[in-house]
């Protein structure tokens, strides 16, 4: 006669962690985000999670519209992501915006740039028709960071490591990261309500003990990575050689 199991629990909730060097940012400024860490039994699910924030127009002028791209929408505003842990930065994506662009353009279908891409991210059918936001107003976008290799994992991410996660978000330049005939200055882009939305989940004592028994303690995630490398074209050249890594 077979034995039964004895169930073990779990539980998924989510955490709201704000940005930890200031509550209102402009385009040029890095926007910091710590994820705890020595959370005993918990492990990160960043498949289930996503970045918020708002997006204002404060120039003043009631005709000086800016708009985003419509190939990317708000991730044209970040031009780094860094990830940061135990005083080590265990990935960098510059030109982030770009590659999210490229990606977007090479793996979404155009129904989603017009549909749920247009009410997450802002963005469009169309390269230089993305979200516009007027003189004065805002927009709030929740995201989540495609590409960097936290949430390229098919694995939760532990949390209960003594070292917290950091993630360092660069924001463009106005001139890079939106559209707009008035040439805005940085400081009239400006960025607030930032928030890291992360999904957790929690196992009990008895099914850490058997995720333990089964990785024997260690915990070895491979995963996906992108590189930045760039180079200079004159205008008359026809070739170029460039190191790239």
């Keep these: 006669e077979g034995t039964r199991r004895r169930a073990v629990?779990?539980?998924?909730?989510?955490t709201l962690t704000p940005a930890?060097?200031?509550?209102s940012f402009t385009a040029s400024q890095t926007i910091n985000i710590d994820l705890p860490g020595n959370v005993q039994n918990t492990f990160f699910d960043f498949g289930s999670s996503y970045l918020k924030l708002r997006l204002t127009n404060n120039d003043t002028n009631a005709g000086d519209a800016i708009k985003l791209e419509g190939g990317c929408g708000i991730y044209g505003m970040i031009k780094k992501i860094e990830i940061v842990t135990g005083g080590n930065v265990i990935s960098t994506i510059d030109e982030y915006g770009a590659l999210v662009d490229k990606f977007l353009t090479s793996d979404a279908a155009q129904q989603f740039k017009i549909n749920s891409g247009a009410v997450l991210a802002g963005t469009a059918s169309g390269k230089f028709t993305g979200t516009t936001i007027?003189?004065?107003?805002?927009?709030?976008?929740?995201?989540?960071?495609?590409?960097?290799?936290?949430?390229n994992s098919?694995?939760?991410?532990?949390?209960?490591?003594?070292?917290?996660?950091?993630?360092?978000?660069?924001?463009?330049?106005?001139?890079?990261?939106?559209?707009?005939?008035?040439?805005?200055?940085n400081a009239q882009i400006k960025v607030d309500n930032v928030?890291?939305?992360?999904?957790?989940?929690?196992?009990?004592?008895?099914?850490?003990?058997?995720?333990?028994?089964?990785?024997?303690?260690?915990?070895?995630?491979?995963?996906?990575?992108?590189?930045?490398?760039?180079?200079?074209?004159?205008?008359?050249?026809?070739?170029?050689?460039?190191?790239?890594?």
């Design 9 to 14: 629990s779990s539980r998924g909730y989510r």
């Design 195 to 245: 928030e890291f939305n992360c999904y957790m989940v929690e196992l009990s004592n008895d099914a850490m003990r058997m995720v333990n028994d089964m990785t024997g303690g260690q915990y070895n995630i491979v995963v996906n990575d992108f590189r930045h490398a760039a180079s200079t074209v004159a205008a008359a050249a026809t070739t170029l050689n460039a190191v790239v890594g």
């Design 20 to 23: 930890s060097n200031g509550s």
């Design 154 to 185: 098919a694995k939760y991410i532990p949390a209960f490591s003594r070292d917290q996660i950091r993630m360092r978000i660069t924001l463009n330049s106005a001139a890079a990261g939106v559209i707009s005939g008035a040439a805005p200055t």
């Design 134 to 151: 007027a003189a004065g107003a805002s927009q709030t976008f929740c995201v989540p960071l495609v590409l960097t290799p936290l949430f």
